[in-house]
T-cell receptor
Framework: GENVEQHPSTLSVQEGDSAVIKCTYS??????FPWYKQELGKGPQLIID?????GEKKDQRIAVTLNKTAKHFSLHITETQPEDSAVYFC????????FGTGTRLAVRP | NAGVTQTPKFQVLKTGQSMTLQCAQD?????MSWYRQDPGMGLRLIHY???????DQGEVPNGYNVSRSTTEDFPLRLLSAAPSQTSVYFC?????????????FGPGTRLTVT
């Protein structure tokens, strides 16, 4: 089955700086890669996703890039704000979603 | 729409007790799933269902049972609770399975087994 690795496990940035979270996957058949944000005490919520026929996708301050050859994808958050502080999960999917182990992002005011 | 609801929010069980975690969605989604979240291990799939009357095992199914008699409800049963089942449990639903698109998560149930 699919195996998704996520790094780093914790990330601390200054407000206004950029944050990058990286994931690798093992199953070349995976074709859907979503990113979820989980705030304290809540369930994860989708923030952006990308399919394998696309190399990059942007939504305001958030972007995701996908390198199918290397089997890795990344989340980029620019101009970080305190409300970006949360745990972020990447996932890869063929028929079922497999999640990474999460990155705890702290944005320092 | 209420989205995905889960009850209870918190539960403490003694080893050997059984209980049912409730999950309901009002979005007419065919696909529903249960995950457990443990520190440093992300979200791991326990069981899932692609429609009423159809269920299947995920990555960590042992000690759990599910059924799907209606599109809306997908309860998770712990048969004989063990300390290793202490975790936060999330139910999720989506229009389609896997690569089909966004999964909507409930608020979670925090379970402690002593």
């Amino acid at each position: 089955g699919e195996n998704v690795e996520q790094h780093p496990s914790t990330l601390s940035v200054q407000e206004g700086d950029s944050a990058v979270i990286k994931c690798t996957y093992s199953d070349s058949a995976s074709n859907y890669f979503p990113w979820y944000k989980q705030e304290l005490g809540k369930g994860p919520q989708l923030i952006i996703d990308i399919r394998s026929n696309v190399g990059e996708k942007k939504d305001q301050r958030i972007a995701v890039t996908l390198n199918k050859t290397a089997k890795h994808f990344s989340l980029h958050i620019t101009e970080t704000q305190p409300e970006d502080s949360a745990v972020y999960f990447c996932a890869g999917s063929g028929d079922k979603l497999t999640f990474g182990t999460g990155t705890r992002l702290a944005v320092r005011p | 729409n209420a989205g995905v609801t889960q009850t209870p929010k918190f539960q403490v069980l003694k080893t050997g007790q059984s209980m049912t975690l409730q999950c309901a969605q009002d979005m007419n989604h065919e696909y529903m799933s249960w995950y457990r979240q443990d520190p440093g291990m992300g979200l791991r799939l326990i069981h899932y269902s692609v429609g009423a009357g159809i269920t299947d095992q995920g990555e960590v199914p042992n000690g759990y049972n599910v059924s799907r008699s209606t599109t809306e409800d997908f309860p998770l049963r712990l048969l004989s609770a063990a300390p290793s089942q202490t975790s936060v449990y999330f139910c999720a639903s989506s229009l389609l399975a896997g690569a089909g698109g966004e999964q909507y998560f409930g608020p979670g149930t925090r379970l402690t087994v002593t």
